[in-house]
């Protein structure tokens, strides 16, 4: 039985893996913001006899202090975790600011991931085979990185922040595997293509019709599970692998550029610094900072 923690596990690929692997006899620990749903993640796991492996951790994901205290709340009741699968996001045609002065698909789509992968890495290291699943668009291929406007205050579009997010989040992978020696989770970047999900989000009207199209033409998400069940199980021996749809990606793709990883490494632990003050292993060392806001 391994123990496998969801982010995003109430709604779309999540909950369709959240369900399959409590169903394999996994233990499942669902994080995600609506208590309704999470009951109903919980009613079900019940109904099929596994409400003793089912276990749902209400949070905000945006919020920096969220994601702390979740890392607090999972260290504390699961000595090891196996699996780390992050599918948490949320689409926004107009661009809102958190609570603590981050954009918000920057602080739910990729500071979160960064957050809950470095912040597990104690429970995950005791694991026999730890591996950690960014569920993301990839960044190959997509427009460049707004270094000097990563919040996009200028000229905000929905879509340019996800795309971004998916190419922040190849470079989260990137300086993860960097630090190897300390880290035996293996970092797993997966673009499972277009899928049938709930994407969930807040959209203007042309947005609305252009995700209804999407997912008329996308897969059934339970085409979508068994790919990521044959990594959990078998992960890449590399400290670092990426796929899109099942095909492996070269690393020496620009998108997984080591110089671009280290300086979004740098702005991300000034970002935490400046916001918290913490000095801990999930902000190491000095910085820069940046307009991630």
């Given at each position: 039985m391994k123990t496998i923690v969801v982010t995003?596990?109430?709604?779309?690929i999540g909950r369709a893996l959240a369900h399959t692997c409590l169903g394999r006899g996994d233990q499942v620990?669902?994080?995600a913001p609506d208590p309704l749903k999470g009951k109903k993640f919980l009613d079900t796991a019940?109904?099929?006899?596994?409400?003793d492996r089912a276990v749902f951790i209400e949070a905000d994901l945006s919020l920096i202090?969220?994601?702390?205290?979740?890392i607090a709340e999972i260290e504390d009741r699961f000595p090891v975790v196996d699996v780390l699968v992050l599918c948490a996001r949320y689409f926004r045609s107009?661009?809102?600011?958190t609570s603590e002065g981050?954009?918000?698909?920057v602080a739910l789509y990729y500071l979160s991931r960064y957050l809950l992968g470095y912040g597990l890495v104690d429970v995950m290291n005791k694991a026999g085979t730890p591996v950690v699943m960014n569920i993301a668009g990839p960044g190959v291929g997509a427009p460049g990185i707004h270094w000097d406007d990563l919040g996009l205050e200028r000229g905000y579009d929905g879509w340019t922040a996800m795309l971004q997010g998916g190419r922040l989040n190849d470079l989260l992978g990137v300086s993860f595997a960097e630090g190897r020696s300390t880290r035996r989770a293996r970092y797993v970047l997966l673009f499972p293509g277009g899928t049938r999900t709930g994407f969930a989000g807040e959209f203007d009207a042309a947005t609305a019709a252009h995700v209804d199209r999407m997912k008329r033409a996308a897969r059934p998400v339970e085409f979508t599970v068994p790919p990521i069940l044959e990594i959990i199980d078998a992960p890449p021996r590399e400290p670092l692998s990426a796929f899109v749809e099942g095909t492996p990606l070269s690393l020496l793709h620009p998108a997984f550029d080591k110089d671009a990883a280290a300086r979004l490494d740098s702005i991300t632990r000034e970002l935490l610094r400046d916001k918290t003050g913490s000095k801990s292993t999930s902000v190491p060392g000095a910085g820069r900072p940046s307009r991630i806001r």
């Amino acid at each position: 039985m391994k123990t496998i923690v969801v982010t995003g596990g109430t709604s779309g690929i999540g909950r369709a893996l959240a369900h399959t692997c409590l169903g394999r006899g996994d233990q499942v620990v669902v994080i995600a913001p609506d208590p309704l749903k999470g009951k109903k993640f919980l009613d079900t796991a019940q109904k099929a006899g596994a409400a003793d492996r089912a276990v749902f951790i209400e949070a905000d994901l945006s919020l920096i202090s969220e994601n702390r205290r979740v890392i607090a709340e999972i260290e504390d009741r699961f000595p090891v975790v196996d699996v780390l699968v992050l599918c948490a996001r949320y689409f926004r045609s107009h661009r809102m600011v958190t609570s603590e002065g981050i954009e918000h698909n920057v602080a739910l789509y990729y500071l979160s991931r960064y957050l809950l992968g470095y912040g597990l890495v104690d429970v995950m290291n005791k694991a026999g085979t730890p591996v950690v699943m960014n569920i993301a668009g990839p960044g190959v291929g997509a427009p460049g990185i707004h270094w000097d406007d990563l919040g996009l205050e200028r000229g905000y579009d929905g879509w340019t922040a996800m795309l971004q997010g998916g190419r922040l989040n190849d470079l989260l992978g990137v300086s993860f595997a960097e630090g190897r020696s300390t880290r035996r989770a293996r970092y797993v970047l997966l673009f499972p293509g277009g899928t049938r999900t709930g994407f969930a989000g807040e959209f203007d009207a042309a947005t609305a019709a252009h995700v209804d199209r999407m997912k008329r033409a996308a897969r059934p998400v339970e085409f979508t599970v068994p790919p990521i069940l044959e990594i959990i199980d078998a992960p890449p021996r590399e400290p670092l692998s990426a796929f899109v749809e099942g095909t492996p990606l070269s690393l020496l793709h620009p998108a997984f550029d080591k110089d671009a990883a280290a300086r979004l490494d740098s702005i991300t632990r000034e970002l935490l610094r400046d916001k918290t003050g913490s000095k801990s292993t999930s902000v190491p060392g000095a910085g820069r900072p940046s307009r991630i806001r």
